[in-house]
C-alpha cells in the first residue's frame, strides 16, 4: 500500500478530529480530494463567522465561486451532514452559551442569531439540544445552585 495515501488519510482523520467533524464510525471513510476540502474548510469559516445569520448556499455559492451543489456536497463529504443541519447545530451550540452564561432573555438571544419569532428559535433549539431554551437554561441554573454534576452519580 502505497505510504503516502496512509499517511494523507491519517492527517485528514486528525485534523477531522479537531475540528469536530462527523464521520459514521459504521461507514467506511470516502476519500476527499484536497479541493473538495478545501470548499468545506472555507464554507464552515464563513458559517462560523456569521453565526448571527442565516448564510444561503446561494451566497456560499457567490462568494466562494462554486456551484451550489458541489459546495453541498464537499461539505457533506467533510463534515458528515447537510450545511443547514450543520449551520443551526453551531448556532444552537452559541445560543446555550448565552443561555448559560448571561442574564439575557430568549428572545434577545434569539434575535442575536437571526430569528425574529422566538417560537421557531425555541422550536429549532429543541431539535438540536433535546430541551427548551427555557428547560436549558432552568437546568443550568439548578445545577449551578445545587452543585450538581450529574456524571459524578
Given at each position: 500500500?502505497d505510504?503516502?495515501?496512509?499517511?494523507?488519510?491519517?492527517?485528514?482523520?486528525?485534523?477531522?478530529e479537531?475540528?469536530?467533524?462527523?464521520?459514521?464510525?459504521?461507514?467506511?471513510?470516502?476519500?476527499?480530494?484536497?479541493?473538495?476540502?478545501?470548499?468545506?474548510?472555507?464554507?464552515?469559516?464563513?458559517?462560523?463567522?456569521?453565526?448571527?445569520?442565516?448564510?444561503?448556499?446561494?451566497?456560499?455559492?457567490?462568494?466562494?465561486?462554486?456551484?451550489?451543489?458541489?459546495?453541498?456536497?464537499?461539505?457533506?463529504?467533510?463534515?458528515?451532514?447537510?450545511?443547514?443541519?450543520?449551520?443551526?447545530?453551531?448556532?444552537?451550540?452559541?445560543?446555550?452559551?448565552?443561555?448559560?452564561g448571561?442574564?439575557?432573555?430568549?428572545?434577545?438571544i434569539?434575535?442575536?442569531f437571526?430569528?425574529?419569532?422566538?417560537?421557531?428559535?425555541?422550536?429549532?433549539?429543541?431539535?438540536?439540544?433535546?430541551?427548551?431554551?427555557?428547560?436549558y437554561r432552568?437546568?443550568?441554573?439548578?445545577?449551578?445552585?445545587?452543585?450538581?454534576?450529574?456524571?459524578?452519580?
Amino acid at each position: 500500500m502505497d505510504t503516502r495515501y496512509t499517511e494523507k488519510t491519517e492527517s485528514i482523520k486528525s485534523k477531522e478530529e479537531r475540528e469536530g467533524r462527523v464521520v459514521p464510525a459504521d461507514q467506511e471513510r470516502k476519500e476527499v480530494m484536497a479541493s473538495q476540502m478545501e470548499v468545506a474548510e472555507k464554507a464552515h469559516a464563513i458559517i462560523m463567522e456569521n453565526l448571527e445569520r442565516h448564510i444561503t448556499i446561494a451566497e456560499l455559492s457567490q462568494m466562494l465561486h462554486v456551484s451550489p451543489t458541489q459546495i453541498k456536497s464537499c461539505f457533506h463529504k467533510v463534515y458528515g451532514l447537510p450545511i443547514y443541519t450543520y449551520a443551526r447545530s453551531q448556532r444552537m451550540a452559541a445560543a446555550s452559551k448565552l443561555l448559560s452564561g448571561t442574564d439575557e432573555s430568549i428572545l434577545e438571544i434569539a434575535g442575536k442569531f437571526s430569528y425574529e419569532n422566538g417560537s421557531k428559535f425555541a422550536r429549532a433549539f429543541r431539535n438540536v439540544m433535546g430541551v427548551s431554551p427555557s428547560e436549558y437554561r432552568r437546568r443550568i441554573l439548578w445545577e449551578r445552585e445545587n452543585g450538581a454534576d450529574l456524571e459524578d452519580d
